[in-house]
């Protein structure tokens, strides 16, 4: 079965530059999910798009931007990075449809980013 | 979303049933109690979720209690690739939100 895909897969950076990071859902997904996971840390969730509009907001720096555009793949865009944005960035997906409330999520293997 | 509270960490021998605890005593009435695990470094992986009934699938069973403060999800026949930290959370928002979770260790 298709699962999510995130690229790139790993990533270097250095202070003060710009990263783009990109998921694409599982096909028939409408919701796509944002966590970042700190070193020896649990995942904390960022951001969720439902049918391309934001429908949830967490702990996202206001660095940090994303979208999730009409083929339903969504992008997270960091500016000015910082040493402490050196995580595992994890994208999920659920099929949201018109249901209110939680559904399962699938998550991507992840792109683990190093600012230097 | 309701807080939770698991065990740190948890050894089983391969096997056997692992039985992982979770409370969450200040659960409301629409809140789903949910499973998920992470493999070392690997994206978590839903398990299984329930509202009130006891619920299984083809990887774990989910006990709730009846007042629903608690549950327990029991892996029946632990393998060495089910050593994870599981975590469990119960709300009603979008986003799943991962405690400390347990430590599940699964011993040769």
């Known amino acids: 079965a298709a699962g999510v895909i995130q690229s790139p897969r790993h990533l270097i950076k250095e202070k003060r530059e710009t990263a783009t990071l990109k998921c694409y859902p599982i096909p028939r997904h409408d919701t796509v999910y944002w966590y970042q996971q700190g070193p020896g840390q649990d995942p904390q969730f960022l951001i969720s798009f439902y049918e391309k509009m934001q429908s949830d907001k967490g702990s996202i720096p206001d660095r940090f931007s994303a979208q999730q555009f009409s083929d339903y793949h969504s992008e997270l865009n960091m500016s000015s990075l910082e040493l402490g944005d050196s995580a595992l960035y994890f994208c999920?997906?659920?099929?949201?449809?018109?249901?209110?409330?939680?559904?399962?999520?699938?998550f991507g293997p992840g792109t683990r980013l190093t600012v230097t | 979303d309701a807080k939770t509270t698991q065990p740190t960490s948890m050894d089983c021998a391969e096997g056997r049933a692992a039985n992982l605890p979770c409370n969450h005593s200040?659960?409301?009435?629409?809140?789903?109690v949910y499973w998920y695990r992470q493999i070392h470094s690997q994206g978590p992986q839903y398990i299984i979720h329930g509202l009130k009934n006891n619920e299984t699938n083809e990887m774990a069973s989910l006990i709730i209690t009846e007042d629903r403060k608690s549950s327990t999800l029991i892996l029946p026949h632990a393998t060495l690739r089910d050593t994870a930290v599981y975590y469990c959370?119960?709300?009603?928002?979008?986003?799943?939100?991962f405690g400390t979770g347990t430590s599940l260790t699964v011993i040769p």
């Open positions: 999920a997906s659920s099929r949201t449809g018109l249901g209110q409330g939680r559904h399962e999520q699938y």
């Open positions: 200040t659960i409301s009435g629409n809140e789903y």
């Open positions: 959370d119960a709300g009603t928002g979008n986003q799943f939100y």
